[in-house]
């Protein structure tokens, strides 16, 4: 089983920075495909970016490719979200979730196995 506890969250002016972070327990870490999600108030969880187990292969959805960059360090259980030029749209609640399926597949909250509670980000205009 894993764990996952996500930190960094907070408000930020649009055009602003703020980097996520998420600390993994449990056992073999680098055998999960590691993504993050976001879910605004009133809409669906939605996928945002993902990470292959050794950290070679990177998914983004459209809207955040160009500014969030997903990365892991498996020697530390951690994966990170950096966000730059950050846009009120940008505003949820971010979940670190992980998944023993490929990377490739983690378009859908459904392919998840485990999840964090969130951190929220607020961007302000």
């Known amino acids: 089983q894993v764990q996952l506890i996500e930190s960094g969250g907070g408000l930020v002016q649009a055009g602003g920075s703020l980097r996520l972070s998420c600390a993994a327990s449990?056992?073999?870490?680098?055998?999960?495909?590691m993504g993050w999600f976001r879910q605004a108030p009133g809409k669906e969880r939605e996928f945002v970016a993902a990470?292959?187990?050794?950290?070679?292969?990177?998914y983004y959805t459209n809207s955040v490719k160009g500014r969030f960059t997903i990365s892991r360090d498996n020697a530390k259980n951690m994966v990170y979200l950096q966000m730059i030029s950050l846009k009120p749209d940008d505003t949820a609640v971010y979940y670190c979730?992980?998944?023993?399926?490929?990377?490739?597949?983690?378009?859908?909250?459904?392919?998840?196995?485990?999840w964090g509670k969130g951190t929220l980000v607020t961007v302000s205009s």
């Open positions: 449990g056992r073999a870490f680098s055998s999960y495909a």
């Open positions: 990470i292959s187990w050794g950290g070679g292969n990177t």
């Open positions: 979730a992980a998944t023993v399926r490929p990377a490739a597949t983690m378009t859908s909250v459904s392919v998840m196995d485990y």
